[in-house]
């Protein structure tokens, strides 16, 4: 196979999340010669497969073979992967079997590296996560056998193939609020405590509100409001309490004690319950790292552009590597229809991305 046929083979399997489609099987076959570790919990399947060429660094190429559900008014079957002009079609195409293909077909051609070469994969990136990479990272510091460095192959590219990386990520702060007041006739309103007009008075002053400055890697963390209900949907009756739910995406500026200041500060004097919950935290990878350096190179070389330095977007599998105190960056196709009716992506991209990889790997000393 080359890395086309091996991409459409990918996006042919129905691997919706936490079902691996039998991917993980096949690729213990295909990378004959490599050592096998399976960490499956549950209905999760996971796949960690290495190889020591010799002595020398580890070199980890992570991501997921899972997708989110494909949904309807496709234009083809969206577990057939279509090409047309130039473009592959199918569930999965950018998020992320275009990564999967590139970088396991990078490691399969490879007959020399100093160190080791190794893929850790999951169908447990798409759902909760409870029991995907991090299980194997788990395996894998309990043996000793962590990579000194990784690459995620999520798709980080925006408007030319080559011209982002991913050095870091935001965090991820869950909030909500309850707002306790008091039922009562909307016809007699001085007898009634509404918190609806409580929230609305201080409500201009937290939606949408940065909560730092950000820096050269992060941008701001943002109070963003994302759900607001309350009442019986009548017009005579004024609401009891009023639930409001937000979400910041963090940067290492903010943390929970930050955000519970912040609403402390706006909701001085009313009656109310906050609960904030943690599913990812920021992470920076030192742009001087070998692995920056070494893929920055690898996609200058192919493609001839300078890729930026970013740590945009949602959370990744990288927010668990790095904190087990790996080198870790996310470099892929373009992001542009990921989780979308139709998604594609091109030849193009992927036999450049597996050129990238191929060249990282050869430069890896």
């Known amino acids: 196979m080359d890395v086309i046929e091996l991409f459409k083979y990918f996006v042919g399997a129905k691997s919706e999340t936490p079902d691996d489609g039998g991917l993980l099987d096949f690729i213990e076959e295909y990378l004959e010669g490599f050592n096998a570790v399976r960490v499956d919990v549950e209905d999760v399947k996971n796949l960690f497969i290495y190889k020591k060429f010799s002595e020398g660094e580890h070199l980890c190429f992570a991501g997921h073979v899972d997708v989110v559900p494909a ?12 090409e047309k002009d130039g473009f592959i079609y199918g569930r999965g195409t950018q998020d992320m079997k275009s990564g999967l293909a590139a970088f396991t077909q990078a490691v399969k051609e490879t007959k020399e590296f100093k160190g080791t070469l190794s893929l850790l994969l999951t169908s447990d990136e798409e759902g909760e996560a409870t029991n995907g990479t991090v299980k194997v990272l788990e395996f894998l510091e309990n043996n000793d056998m962590l990579p000194d460095a990784c690459v995620v192959a999520e798709p980080t590219c925006e408007d030319t193939f080559g011209d982002a990386i ?32 409580q929230i ?3 409500l201009g002053n ?16 943002k109070f963003v409001v994302t759900d607001i209900r309350s009442g019986m949907q009548v017009t005579n009756v004024t609401p009891n309490d009023l639930q409001m739910m937000f979400n910041v995406r963090n940067n290492t500026k903010t943390a929970k ?25 920021p992470f920076n990878t030192n ?18 552009i300078s890729p930026k330095h970013s740590t945009a977007g949602g959370t990744s599998d990288a927010r668990f590597i790095s904190p087990m105190g790996v080198d870790v960056i996310e470099f892929g196709v373009r992001n542009d229809s990921i989780h979308s009716v139709n998604e594609r992506t091109s030849r193009k991209e992927v036999e450049a991305l597996c050129r990238v990889f191929k060249t990282l790997i050869a430069n890896w000393k």
């Open 287 to 304: 742009i001087d790292t070998k692995i920056v350096k070494l893929i920055d190179k690898a996609i200058s070389d192919v493609t001839g």
């Open 200 to 202: 609305a008075q201080v």
């Open 166 to 197: 991913k050095v870091g990520r935001r965090g991820s702060i869950n909030g909500y609020i309850t707002l306790n007041g008091k039922q009562g006739h909307a016809a007699y309103p001085e007898k009634a405590i509404n918190p609806i007009h």
């Open 71 to 82: 949904g309807d008014n496709w234009d083809a079957d969206p577990y057939e992967a279509v």
């Open 257 to 281: 004690k930050n955000i519970i200041a912040f609403v402390a500060e706006h909701f001085e004097g009313l009656d109310y319950e906050l609960r904030l919950t943690q599913g990812s935290y």
């Open 206 to 221: 937290m939606a949408g509100v940065d909560l730092d400055n950000g820096d050269e890697f992060f941008a701001p963390s």
